[in-house]
């Protein structure tokens, strides 16, 4: 299975004003990327611990309307945060809005602080992936029952790495996989989600291998793309959403084509 090089933004919510983060999103489609990504969390991960802040699923619905040919979604929505079904008609309600643009990422959730502010229980490493494993299911059989249906099979990213549940998870039920690390890491990882597939009978083909970056293509495109990686996300945080090295990414894929 031959896949087309995608270039993805994570525009991550956090100190800035929500005017800046809707021209970024604008700024961004016009440059020509494929896809653009918030995350899921209620607090900043970085700087001013109280900065400034915003929800992630309101944002997706506001993103929706508010584009017209790029994909969105969350890298990656918080399993703990909502219960499955809710999640998967949330995910049908943006797609439809969106006109069918929608990817839901989803992880098993790591930030104490949302859990411990927001009371969710933060459980275990292992309750989380399990309570993940649970979830995936109903989202997908929820979304067999809702009328209307989504407008396609919304494709599901998983993001993590963790090498015999995440990684297991992912090869269960999800159509992306996004790594975290360096190439070494992304190269032994995506090996050990080829073998959870053959364990289970999939073709490890059918799942897009995903990874974040945040060094010049030159430096490490071709190298990633050798490892089997075709998607690209850069991550850009407030208050002054600098898009240089995202547009590089943009005509390093271009020329490739």
């Known amino acids: 299975m031959t896949r087309p090089i995608r270039i993805g933004l994570q525009l991550q919510p956090q100190h800035a004003d929500y005017a ?15 896809i653009v990504f918030n995350w899921d969390h209620f607090y900043p991960l970085s700087g001013d611990p109280d900065g400034k802040h ?51 990422g989803i992880g098993a959730g790591w930030f104490q602080r949302d859990y411990d502010e927001y009371g969710y229980d933060f459980g275990t490493p292992g309750s989380r992936l399990a309570d993940l494993a649970q979830a995936l299911p109903r989202i997908t059989a929820r ?52 073998q959870h597939c053959a364990d289970m009978g999939r073709d490890p083909a059918e799942i897009e291998r995903s990874v974040g970056v945040q060094r010049s293509p030159d430096e490490i495109g071709d190298a990633l793309v050798e490892a089997g990686a ?28």
């Open 20 to 34: 800046d983060i809707r021209r970024t999103v604008a700024a961004a489609e016009e440059a020509g990327t494929d």
């Open 230 to 257: 075709t998607l690209f996300t850069v991550g850009q945080d407030g208050p002054d959403y600098d898009l240089g090295l995202l547009k590089e990414w943009i005509a390093w894929r271009d020329a490739r084509r």
């Open 54 to 104: 915003f929800e992630c699923w309101t944002m997706l619905g506001a993103w929706a309307e508010a584009t017209s040919r790029v994909e969105i979604g969350a890298l990656v929505t918080c399993n703990s945060y909502r219960n499955p079904d809710l999640l998967a008609d949330m995910a049908r309600t943006v797609d439809h809005m969106s006109g069918g643009r929608l990817i839901l």
């Open 143 to 194: 979304w067999a029952e809702l009328n209307p249906p989504p407008t396609r099979d919304i494709p599901i990213l998983i993001g993590g790495g963790g090498e015999k549940k995440t990684l297991r998870c992912t090869a269960e039920h999800a159509n992306i996989w996004h790594a975290f690390g360096d190439l070494e890491t992304f190269t032994r990882k995506s090996a050990i989600l080829d």
